[in-house]
T-cell receptor, first 112, second 112 residues
Framework: EAQVTQNPRYLITVTGKKLTVTCSQNMNHEYMSWYRQDPGLGLRQIYYSMNVEVTDKGDVPEGYKVSRKEKRNFPLILESPSPNQTSLYFC???????????FGPGTRLTVT | SQQGEEDPQALSIQEGENATMNCSYKTSINNLQWYRQNSGRGLVHLILIRSNEREKHSGRLRVTLDTSKKSSSLLITASRAADTASYFCATDASFGNEKLTFGTGTRLTIIP
């Protein structure tokens, strides 16, 4: 089954404790992206990757890191999480960035 | 920055009625897409319309695009309770990188 998986689905953590949210897709997509969704603000892109070892900033990259060492995986790293990063996070993939995007189920992160 | 803005922000209709939501955007685009999100879940792609197309159908969905007015509309005919969800438009600017920008969404509630 074609899918995008994210782990964990729910995470409660404390300020400053490094965390990684994993994302994996099995569709051989070149393009992968991370979004955060906040009430009233819609989806905002954090980082995207057009291929292995190619990543670039989206609209709200501050406080986040990503890496793309393999085509299927695109982890999101929060080196020192802060409460303003409490949000619902989505990973997505597609053949190219402007085509249909396939979304993961989301990760709800709470930073206290 | 938000490229697409949906209108209205929220819409409640009786089951069986038609639902129309609109999207306006600011810059020239390659294509415009509509997505559906059930509460707290990942977005699901509904339909893509290219800049050289004016109308597209998919089942009970009808999408129109007016590039002169930089606007699109999504019509859901004969609505069902299962159509209750948030609907987002996403645009791919015709300049620059492969980046899809989402609007803030329309929350549609179908009353049984």
């Amino acid at each position: 089954e074609a899918q995008v998986t994210q782990n964990p689905r729910y995470l409660i953590t404390v300020t400053g404790k490094k965390l990684t949210v994993t994302c994996s897709q099995n569709m051989n997509h070149e393009y992968m992206s991370w979004y955060r969704q906040d009430p009233g603000l819609g989806l905002r892109q954090i980082y995207y990757s057009m291929n292995v070892e190619v990543t670039d900033k989206g609209d709200v990259p501050e406080g986040y890191k990503v890496s793309r060492k393999e085509k299927r995986n695109f982890p999101l790293i929060l080196e020192s999480p802060s409460p303003n990063q409490t949000s619902l996070y989505f990973c997505a993939s597609s053949f190219q960035g402007h085509y249909e995007q396939y979304f993961g189920p989301g990760t709800r992160l709470t930073v206290t | 920055s938000q490229q697409g803005e949906e209108d209205p922000q929220a819409l409640s209709i009786q089951e069986g009625e038609n639902a129309t939501m609109n999207c306006s955007y600011k810059t020239s685009i390659n294509n415009l897409q509509w997505y559906r999100q059930n509460s707290g879940r990942g977005l699901v792609h509904l339909i893509l319309i290219r800049s050289n197309e004016r109308e597209k159908h998919s089942g009970r969905l009808r999408v129109t695009l007016d590039t002169s007015k930089k606007s699109s509309s999504l019509l859901i005919t004969a609505s069902r309770a299962a159509d209750t969800a948030s609907y987002f438009c996403a645009t791919d600017a015709s300049f620059g990188n492969e980046k899809l920008t989402f609007g803030t969404g329309t929350r549609l509630t179908i009353i049984p």
